[in-house]
């Protein structure tokens, strides 16, 4: 029997690879769920979901969204735009009048850096990190790592390149965290203004040459390049950004051997990745959209039972 | 802890009650035409493999397909539950539309798992209709369920409790019953 305390899911960083893996294997079983011709279950009737989304998002929301309606849960939406964020309202208030509402389970998204944590310690209803400033995004990254252990089969020894702006993103540090925890290789390449300095004391090389980290790798995790950096002076342009680090298949090319592309979306086009790659072989950007749900779907599933420890 | 009181069925006997069950889902199923059987898992799944084993022997037809059903995600104690169960793949490689489906458990108690099986398998399509096929039926039912096809009744008490051991799963074959000597006779999924 393997006890595994599992009340909110804040980020991947202490997660063990026991908890990792008991989600992963989950998900594989609501990715069965979402290809039938019914693809929702009764299991979480009963259970109100809140999600709170301070940032503007897409993917992520209707990701949890349809990964909520997919357990028969009941949702309620707050977006930023047309929450009482607008008319000065503390994140604690929100989440106090969230709770005197009797959610069950909180998903958030914010701009600042540990609000999923201030909320965790503030509320009784389990708290699911859906993306806080730079921090973490796990749910995210439980979605790359299960993409590519689907493709794989096995984790362990894997090199796993992440490409683009490390510094800024989440996505990149939740991917760090919980590869790492599986057994995976991780080195970075990017611009050295994007890459944090710490970086090497977590044991992940770090490399500046496109190719000689393409060549070393068996997947590439493209990041997106936020428009922003230019203006901010981090990078001399977007064309310049694209002729050192974006992805074409003339890189590929020239690496040779099969890679597994990813990206988190969403996509610039032309900038960090070109569209060739994009939309072609080793591409498994639209696997991980799918994915996305499943992984949701298992959190929520294991997160909403009254003691999470699992048999 | 448990304390075995009686064996109720060894390896020769739980043969025989296969093959006189297969027999049965044939008499009502003559032909092996739009028969389907799935198996709950865990023990259901072994069962359902050697009944349609003997089915197509017996019938010398194609073979019977099989299908693996995990009925977690319908339980109807997942919120009050004191274990959050593990959550397994359910396999279904065949169309259910108008399909003749036994649902093959091991042993038939409150009724609730097969309650949740026959709301699992609606979500796959509309059967033509789905009967039930159990090794033990051991009464108490909480819900107005009945077996179709039955290996043995058992009149059994509360607190002591029915272990199905296939070889599949636990390496021998046999059915014990067993007292439950602990505070609690919490059904616990082995």
């Given at each position: 029997m393997n006890k595994i305390r599992f009340n909110h899911l804040l980020g991947l960083e202490g997660l063990s690879s026991e908890v990792i893996t008991e989600i992963l294997d989950s998900a594989e079983a609501f990715l069965k769920v979402l290809s039938?011709?019914?693809?929702?279950?009764?299991?979480?009737?009963g259970v109100t979901v809140a999600n709170l989304f301070f940032e503007s998002s897409t993917r992520t929301r209707i990701s949890f969204e349809l990964a909520e309606k997919r357990l028969s849960a009941d949702v309620v939406n707050f977006t930023a735009s047309s929450s009482s964020m607008n008319k000065g309202e503390t994140i604690l208030d929100t989440a106090r009048n969230i709770e005197a509402m009797k959610v069950d389970v909180v998903v958030i998204r914010h701009f600042a850096q540990g609000s999923p944590h201030f909320l965790a310690d503030r509320v009784n209803a389990a708290v699911i990190n859906a993306g806080d400033g730079s921090h973490e995004h796990p749910t995210q990254a439980l979605l790359d790592i299960m993409t590519i252990r689907r493709k794989t089969?096995?984790?362990?020894?894997l090199k796993v390149l992440i490409l683009g702006?490390?510094?800024?993103s989440r996505v990149a540090r939740s991917n760090i965290y919980g590869l790492l925890t599986m057994g995976v290789n991780v080195k970075i390449c990017g611009p050295s203004t994007l890459i944090p300095r710490e970086i090497e004391s977590m044991g992940i090389e770090v490399t500046h040459d496109l190719e000689e980290g393409l060549d070393w790798c068996d997947v590439v995790n493209v990041l997106r390049i936020q428009l922003e950096r230019q203006n901010e002076g981090l990078i001399p342009s977007l064309r310049e950004y694209q002729r050192s680090f974006g992805l074409t298949r003339n890189h590929l090319e020239r690496v040779g051997g099969e890679k597994i592309i990813m990206h988190p979306g969403p996509m610039n086009r032309g900038v960090e990745i070109d569209s060739d790659v994009a939309d072609?072989?080793?591409?498994v950007i639209l696997s991980q959209v799918t994915h996305g749900v499943a992984v949701r779907m298992a959190v929520l599933y294991l997160i909403s039972g009254r003691e999470q420890s699992i048999e | 802890m448990e304390k075995l009181k009686?064996?109720?069925?060894d390896e020769q006997g739980l043969e025989r009650t296969l093959a006189r069950l297969a027999h049965e889902i044939l008499e009502a199923n003559p032909g092996t035409e739009g028969l389907a059987l799935i198996g709950i898992r865990t023990r259901g799944v072994p069962l359902a493999e050697r009944l349609a084993k003997l089915i197509s022997t017996i019938e010398n037809s194609a073979d019977v397909p099989v299908g693996v059903l995990d009925i977690t995600l319908y339980r109807d104690d997942y919120l009050t539950a004191r274990k959050t169960p593990r959550v397994q793949a359910t396999e279904i490689p065949f169309d259910i539309y108008n399909r003749n489906v036994v649902l093959i458990d091991d042993v038939l108690f409150t009724g609730r798992t097969i309650r949740a099986a026959i709301d699992a398998i609606l979500d796959y399509g509309r059967p033509a209709r789905i009967k039930l096929a159990v090794l033990i039926d051991r009464g108490h039912r909480e819900m107005p369920i009945q077996g179709d096809f039955i290996g043995r009744r058992l009149v059994t008490l509360p607190g002591e409790e029915v272990r199905v051991r296939l070889r599949?799963?636990?390496?021998k074959d046999e059915v014990v019953l067993v007292e439950m000597q602990a505070e609690s006779s919490y059904e616990e999924d082995r």
């Open positions: 039938r011709p019914i693809p929702r279950v009764p299991s979480l009737r089969g096995d984790l362990k020894g702006d490390i510094a800024h072609g072989p080793g591409s | 009686q064996r109720i069925i599949e799963v636990d390496g």
